[in-house]
Nanobody
Framework: QVQLVESGGGLVQAGGSLRLSCAASGRTFSLYTVGWFRQAPGNEREFVAVISWSGHSTYYGDPVKGRFTISRDNAKNTVFLQMNSLKPEDTAVYYC?????????????????WGQGTQVTVSS
């Protein structure tokens, strides 16, 4: 069982940066693939980024490539999402999610554990 808690969201002007954190419980968190997803009002949940259990493999959704960076510190059971050059269209609730598999996956339906989400609002 894994519990996830996101933090770091807030209000930022366009062009600014935020760093989201996803803190996890569980001794085996280092074996989990972790993804970030986001959902804006009226939209479906969207894939943002994913990182492998080792941290050696990362993938990004097209809208955030080159601007966002996902990383993890398994010693601290934490995954990060560094968001730079933020745009108003990045406004959404951001969720981290974990799956008990080493396989990289970009589909939200394949993740077993979810955090409560953190709001990111980017003003123009």
């Amino acid at each position: 069982q894994v519990q996830l808690v996101e933090s770091g969201g807030g209000l930022v002007q366009a062009g600014g940066s935020l760093r989201l954190s996803c803190a996890a419980s569980g001794r085996t968190f280092s074996l989990y693939t972790v993804g970030w997803f986001r959902q804006a009002p009226g939209n479906e949940r969207e894939f943002v980024a994913v990182i492998s259990w080792s941290g050696h493999s990362t993938y990004y959704g097209d809208p955030v490539k080159g601007r966002f960076t996902i990383s993890r510190d398994n010693a601290k059971n934490t995954v990060f999402l560094q968001m730079n050059s933020l745009k108003p269209e990045d406004t959404a609730v951001y969720y981290c999610a974990a799956r008990g598999s080493r396989q990289i996956d970009m589909s939200s339906t394949d993740y077993n554990y979810w955090g409560q989400g953190t709001q990111v609002t980017v003003s123009s």
